[in-house]
C-alpha cells in the first residue's frame, strides 16, 4: 500500500436543502426521546443488534483513526452478578461519604443510591474500554491520540444505535471501576470508561423529572 494512498469521496446522495432539514429533524425528534433508564425487565435483546450497535460505534473518528477502544459485551447472568456485586460495593462507599456532600446534591435529584439490581435484570453490559497504547493494526503498541474524545464519541454513537433499535440503555459508571478488567479479562493498559447497560425498561420503570430538562438551544449555543 502506498504510505498515503488516496481514495474518492463517497458523495451522499443530492437532496434538497428541505430534504435534509427533515431527516436531521427526524434524528432529533428520535434522539430527544432517549432518556437513562434504570430499571429494567429480563427481556432478552438478540446479540445481533449488539453487534450492529458495537460495529456503528466502531466507525466513530479517532486520533490518527487509531480506534483506541474495546467493548466487552456480557450477557452472561453469573459475569452480571459479579459486576452487580462490585459495582454495588463501590456504589455503597460513594454514596456513605466517598463523592462528597456537594456531588451527593447534585444526584439528588436523580434519586439515585447503591442499589443497581439492573446490572443483573438488564440482558447486556456492554463496558467500553479505553486504550492507552495501540494502534491501527492489531499487534501494534503504539501511541494512541485524543483517546477519551474518541471513546467517547464511540460511546454516543453506540447509545444513539441502541436508541434508534428501540432500546432502553443507562451509562453507568461505578466509581473506581478498576475491577472491571479483571472480570473481563482486560490487559491493564485499558481503562474502563463506562458501563452501558441495554435492553428492555422495566414495565414500571419511571424518570426522573430532572432528566426531561434539556437546556435550549440558545443556551447550548453561539453563533459567530
Ligand atoms: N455512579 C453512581 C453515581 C452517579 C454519578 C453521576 I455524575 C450520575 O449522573 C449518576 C449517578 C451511580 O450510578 O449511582
New binding site residues.
Partial sequence: MQEHEMLPWQHAPERSDADRASHAQAFYEMMRTRRSCRAFSKRPVPRDVIEVAIRTAGTAPSGANHQPWHFAAISCPETKATIRVAAEEE?RQ??SGR?GNH?LQ??RP?G???Q?PYLEDAPWLIVAFAQRRGGPVPGDDLQNYYVMESVGIACGLLLATLHQAGLATLT????PMRFLNRVCARPDQEKPVMIIVAGHAAADATVPAHALRKKPLEQITSWI
Avoid at 453507568?172 to 466509581?175: A, C, E, G, L, Q
Fill in positions: 456504589e460513594f454514596y463523592a456531588w447534585a444526584l436523580l439515585t443510591d447503591a443497581k453507568h459508571t461505578p466509581n
